[in-house]
């Protein structure tokens, strides 16, 4: 399926242009979205002031720096008098204004998030984090973001208001497409004693959903596969994300210092990505590693390609029958995700905080690992046919490419009844699979 859909990209990303709302679906999550709400606070003699309010309800896919860029457009003559907590990235004209002259006269302005660590007075609660928007499933106290914008020459009542229209939401590239803007029941706040209600004005809501294949047309991250009872490595296929950096890429470690130090000075945007055979900026290899009577251990490492490209916040999502009875995960964070009461085989991992959470640029320290330990459930635990190597991997929210299934390590035949109930035979392979390493 997943080859299908990368093998006709062009295809997909027309159609997903014309019906994006309904291939913008996520079977892992499929109640993720960003939502953005226009709470409308007061009245003002030409307009109004709004608290806009952005929450990030996907469960494992946030928003990295630089940051989320908001985008609308005016449905009548609007103008931003002041924004406090983030900024219009262009004034546009203004010239028809004397005495006061507006934040951005832009018939389609694009806001920005306001950087850590500016004055008090340019602050209100939740902003100024430099756009990042964490995942709700990996911080939800942080995947809120808001600012408050004086809007003028705008209705002046819920009659006679218009809600903007067109929103677009980069986060930071593309990928998101946002629904019209709704009207919905005004919000009720509690003040902080929590004895008085409040509520807005007027309340608005736009929803915001993500799709891989708008986002990019290959794949952003691949697998590798490997295991105690079989020396073979699986490597990611090759071009999983796409060869078309072949000719830019870094041979080695060695030389990004000469290509980076060349081209600091010219435009960031370059990505300067290790020479592999898959060329993906992310591989995460999946070892089996051994087998006890009971249980059974994984070692997962996902590997920086892009010397670019520090991940912070990153998040790993893996679908495999076993992981509802996942026992311990070493150096990883781990929350199931249980998008459907039926089946419970995904979870998301991420970095300890101020140990993991950051997998650094390519290079020696580009890389983050981490061991799980399964408990068998004897019914259906089998190390054949591959069912100890993953379903699904996702990186910061984007499918990985896998190996076909028929790549995937062997169990040799004759190892078979022993494998079962010895793991002195399987630390035995396992030296000699180190040797190969
Ligand atoms: C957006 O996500 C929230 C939280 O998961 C969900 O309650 C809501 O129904 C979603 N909205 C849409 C339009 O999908
Ligand atoms: C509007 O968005 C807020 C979050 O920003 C959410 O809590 C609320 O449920 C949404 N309302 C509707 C009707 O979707
Ligand atoms: C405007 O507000 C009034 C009073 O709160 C309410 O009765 C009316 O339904 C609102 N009209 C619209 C169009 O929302
Ligand atoms: C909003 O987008 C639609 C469809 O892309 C387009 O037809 C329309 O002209 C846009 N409206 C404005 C005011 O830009
Ligand atoms: C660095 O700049 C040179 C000359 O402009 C260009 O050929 C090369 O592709 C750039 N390298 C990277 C990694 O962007
Ligand atoms: C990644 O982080 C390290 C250490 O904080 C820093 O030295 C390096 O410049 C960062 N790289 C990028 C591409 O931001
Ligand atoms: C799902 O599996 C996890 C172990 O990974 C377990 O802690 C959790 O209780 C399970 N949840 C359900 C609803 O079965
Ligand atoms: C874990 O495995 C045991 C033994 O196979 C099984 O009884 C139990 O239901 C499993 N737990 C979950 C959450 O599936
Ligand atoms: C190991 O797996 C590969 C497939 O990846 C297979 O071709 C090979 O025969 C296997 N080796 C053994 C000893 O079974």
């Excluded at 602050?123 to 756009?131: D, E, L, V």
């Excluded at 691949?222 to 078309?244: D, E």
């Amino acid at each position: 399926m997943v080859f299908n859909k990368f093998g006709y990209p062009l295809a997909f990303a027309f159609i997903a242009v014309i019906c994006s709302q309904a291939v913008a679906y996520d079977p892992l999550d499929p109640n993720g979205n960003i939502t953005i709400k226009w709470d409308i606070m007061s009245w003002t003699p030409d307009g109004y002031v709004a608290v806009v309010t952005m929450n990030n309800f996907q469960m494992y896919r946030h928003i990295m720096s630089p940051g989320w860029t908001l985008g609308w457009v005016w449905a009548k003559k609007e103008v931003i008098w002041s924004m406090v907590g983030a900024q219009a990235t262009e004034q546009g004209d203004c010239s028809k204004f004397r005495g006061n002259i507006p934040h951005s006269c832009k018939k389609n302005p694009t806001v920005v998030d306001l950087l850590p660590g500016v004055p008090y007075n340019q602050q209100i609660a939740n902003c100024c984090k430099g756009g990042v928007l964490a995942s709700w499933g990996q911080d939800p106290s942080a995947s809120v973001s808001s600012f408050q914008v004086s809007v003028g020459r705008a209705g002046t009542t819920n009659k006679t208001v218009r809600l903007p229209l067109n929103f677009t939401l980069m986060g930071p590239g593309l990928g998101y497409t946002c629904s019209q803007a709704k009207k919905v029941p005004s919000t009720v706040f509690l003040t902080p004693d929590g004895r008085r209600k409040t509520q807005a004005m007027m309340t608005w809501n736009v929803t915001c959903t993500y799709s891989q294949i708008l986002a990019s047309r290959y794949p952003s991250c691949c697998v590798s596969m490997s295991s105690f009872y079989n020396s073979t490595i699986t490597p990611c296929p090759k071009c999983s994300c796409g060869c078309q950096n072949k000719n830019t890429c870094v041979p080695s470690d060695a030389e990004i210092k000469t290509v980076v130090a060349m081209n600091t000075s010219k435009n960031h945007n370059t990505n300067a990505i290790k020479c592999t055979n898959h060329m993906c900026p992310i591989r995460v290899h999946w070892h089996v590693k051994l087998n006890y009577k009971e249980y059974w251990r994984v070692k997962m490492t996902v590997t920086n390609f892009n010397y670019q490209m520090n991940y912070t916040q990153w998040t790993l999502v893996a679908q495999h029958p076993n992981l509802n009875n996942i026992t311990q995960v070493f150096s990883f964070d781990y929350k199931p995700l249980i998008p459907y009461q039926s089946t419970n085989d995904t979870g998301m991992f991420y970095g300890l905080k101020f140990y993991n959470d950051v997998l650094m640029e390519a290079g020696p320290d580009g890389n983050v690992q981490s061991e799980l330990i399964l408990k068998k459930d004897m019914n259906t635990f089998t190390f054949t046919q591959g069912w100890a190597f993953p379903r699904k991997i996702y990186f910061n929210g984007d499918e990985c490419m896998m190996p076909p299934p028929d790549q995937y390590p062997y169990l040799p035949n004759s190892a078979n009844s022993n494998l079962i109930s010895s793991s002195t035979m399987a630390s035995l392979l396992l030296l000699v699979l180190l040797v190969f390493w």
